[in-house]
């Protein structure tokens, strides 16, 4: 069936041999059932982890109906008809910190019961590595945007093993890029990632400046500058990043048709925010039309339907309505990842057992606010 199954110190196991995983027999014996949606590897950090007897189940297409009526927890990116399929479902346990909740819970299109706990994946000593981990992804593809190593290779690639068939252009092509210590990073919403994101770029950058509400008095070092205004941030930047909180009423259509006619032309743009913070389709204009030269997009404006493994029948979104595809290497992209290092993850899996075992006892200690 795809699975290796085993017991150790009390705990059932299964062990997917691939992502997703046919489980051909109904879960038996076991005291607690949950269906994940994660790799085989961090399956079974939580499995080591476990002092309650659980039985881990890989989400598949076909999930035995035993299975589903049996579980108690569903963990990771599942299918949301799959959270309306599990008549005893009492938790959801997500993977991720920054997982938007509001897109499951609370909402017309919820696909959450009511009754059902949330737990997020990222909190405690999971949490402190999100800044730092994400501040490094920011910092690396604004570099990538600046130097365009990509476009280099390829255009190397295309031209310097051919012989007499292709032509390299002029290296003067290569060098239209200013100096990084004469450019300035510039980060709409300052917290504890735009100030890991400082830090770390404070060597590299001419000059750092940021925008926040709470900007008051002298700019804490490594900053130039700080403000109030987004919009001072939107004029200096040669390097912009946005790395506000977004799905809240404060930042709605926060960065807008608006907000680009203010930046530089030709400047580049790491998104680390998306949703309603963003207006999609001013992005995708800015940058076909050269004001922004590159951008680099982390969060997507669609945010589940297609992360989620689904039935056929399921509604499927894209990450945007736009097709940013088009754009070609004017947009790097990443699938809401740049938080996740492997210490994260092996943190996350301590977590997640935990919440586990103290649902075991019908505890929900993690359980989000925003859960009913």
Not at 230 to 236: C, I, S, Y
Not at 264 to 276: I, Q, Y
Not at 306 to 322: C, E, F, M, N, V
Request: glycine share 8%; charged share 15%.
């Amino acid at each position: 069936n795809g699975c290796e199954r085993g017991t150790m110190q009390g705990i059932t196991i299964f062990v997917a041999a691939a992502a997703f995983v046919r489980l051909a027999e109904p879960v038996h014996g076991a005291s607690h059932v949950a269906i994940i949606y994660e790799t085989p590897e961090w399956v079974a950090r939580v499995q080591a982890a476990l002092t309650t007897d659980w039985t881990l189940v890989p989400w598949s297409p076909d999930l035995n109906q035993s299975v589903k009526a049996a579980a108690e927890v569903a963990i990771g990116m599942v299918p949301d008809q799959l959270l309306s399929e599990l008549p005893n479902l009492k938790l959801y346990q997500t993977t991720g910190y920054v997982t938007p909740l509001e897109d499951r819970v609370g909402s017309p299109a919820g696909s959450i019961p009511d009754g059902v706990k949330v737990c997020r994946g990222g909190l405690g000593k999971a949490a402190a590595e999100y800044s730092r981990t994400i501040a490094e992804w920011i910092l690396a593809a604004s570099l990538e945007l600046t130097f365009q190593l990509r476009a280099t290779d390829e255009t190397m690639r295309a031209c310097a093993w051919k012989g007499d068939t292709e032509v390299c252009p002029p290296s003067s092509i290569f060098g239209s890029r200013p100096p990084l210590m004469n450019s300035t990073l510039g980060i709409v919403g300052y917290g504890h990632v735009g100030e890991a994101l400082a830090t770390l770029a404070a060597p590299l950058f001419g000059e750092i400046v940021a925008s926040t509400p709470s900007a008051t008095g002298p700019a804490p070092s490594p900053l130039t500058w700080w403000s109030q205004s987004n919009d001072a941030v939107l004029k200096a930047a040669d390097v912009l990043v946005f790395s506000f909180a977004d799905h809240i009423n404060a930042t709605r259509g926060l960065i807008n048709r608006t907000s680009y006619t203010l930046v530089k032309r030709g400047a580049v743009a790491v998104l680390f925010v998306g949703g309603d913070g963003v207006d999609e389709q001013a992005t995708y204009d800015a940058l076909k039309d050269g004001t922004l030269s590159a951008a680099a997009i982390n969060q997507w404006w669609s945010r589940y339907s297609w992360r989620s493994p689904r039935p056929p029948s399921a509604q499927w979104l894209p990450p945007s309505k736009i097709d940013f595809r088009q754009l070609g290497d004017k947009v790097l992209m990443a699938p809401n990842s740049c938080e996740k290092s492997t210490t994260y993850w092996a943190e996350c899996a301590e977590l997640v057992a935990s919440n586990l075992d103290a649902a075991a006892g019908g505890q929900y200690p993690c359980a989000d606010p925003k859960s009913k």
